[in-house]
């Protein structure tokens, strides 16, 4: 049945934190709730836990309010990015902590925080002192400690943020893959976009303690409702344009969209993602800086008063360079169009309006453009 939030409203004196907010989760899902510092996400979590009481609204896991439950009724248990281990115990009794609470007998505790260590790939580890392990095997400690408390809902409070970027993405990998197997519900707070975007089955953007979009990642990713909600997944670009007879019409040429649209018309505006714009030779767009990222050059151009931001991969910017004799001058001036395949169209309202946007789903006609 997994978790159902209803109406929820909580706040700090005369602060409103949380603004009626809804979300339901089915079980066995594993969902990022992704926002910015303040928008209320790690409050959700700690009313989600029992950790603060809503003002009102419901929490309903597996078909029970526990809204008014203790966080120890709850059947919820935190992962927060500081841990929380105990460091006057070992590794076996941080694991065996809930369950000595639970009283169970010696040897079931045994059993199972040797099956929980094996889980998390520390087996044999059971007598180190937390001091003695690394960054990522503190997480996985605390991971085994959460699950030894057989919850049925899991909370991930920024778990991973205080760790490296290459041991925070092993961390969620290795997260993925245990959820993979054990299937427990699972909540992760975070601000990490492509953390969301590789763990999740869905994402929730969190802005202003509302929820602005709740989609797969790629939905999220390629059909955002909202300049905020694409904001949040990376840069973009827009092309101002009319939406007239069942097309898009803009600088980069014409974009047919699909059935059923033929009556909508007025101004609007294309949002492409860095990736969807290819470059060529000639056109008035003029390339102000460049920039080496590796697997990709990143291009920063302006087009009548307006920064375009282009992502070439490294294979792809060598051909261009190799096919004009020289690389990309700053100052020179090029063309871009719109790539095939960059999916579909996301008209969004002109800016000035602030109104959400709407997804056309229609048919490609990439290679347009100036």
Known sequence: MGLSIRDLCFGFK?????LSLSLSVESGEFISVLGKSGCGKSTLLKVIAGLLRPESGEILLDGENIAALPPEKRGTVIVFQDLRLFPNMNVFENIAFPMKLRKLSR???????????????????????IRELSGGQQQRVALARALAAKPRLLLLDEAFSGLDETLRREMGDFVRRLHEKKRITTLLITHQKD??????????????????????????????????????????????????????????GEIPLGSGEEERDGRCELMLRPQEIGIREGGDSILLRKSYEGES????????????RLSLSSSEYEAFSRSRGREPGEGERFGIFRREGSGLPVLLPPETEGEPGEVFHGKEKAGAGF
């Not at 975007?197 to 990713?221: C, F, H, K, N, V």
């Open 14 to 18: 005369e602060e409103e934190v949380l």
């Open 107 to 129: 040897e079931k505790i045994r059993e199972r925080a040797e099956e929980l260590l094996s889980l998390v790939e520390l087996p044999g580890l059971g007598r180190r002192r």
């Open 195 to 252: 953390e969301a975007l590789r763990l999740s089955d869905r994402i929730a953007l969190m802005s202003g303690g509302r929820i602005l979009q709740y989609d797969t990642p790629e939905r999220i990713y390629h059909c955002p409702k909202s300049r905020e909600a694409a904001s949040f997944l990376g840069e973009t670009n827009y092309f101002p344009g009319e939406l007239r007879g069942g097309s898009f019409f803009s600088s980069l």
């Open 297 to 308: 050059w990143k291009l920063l151009l302006e087009r009548e008063g307006r920064k375009l």
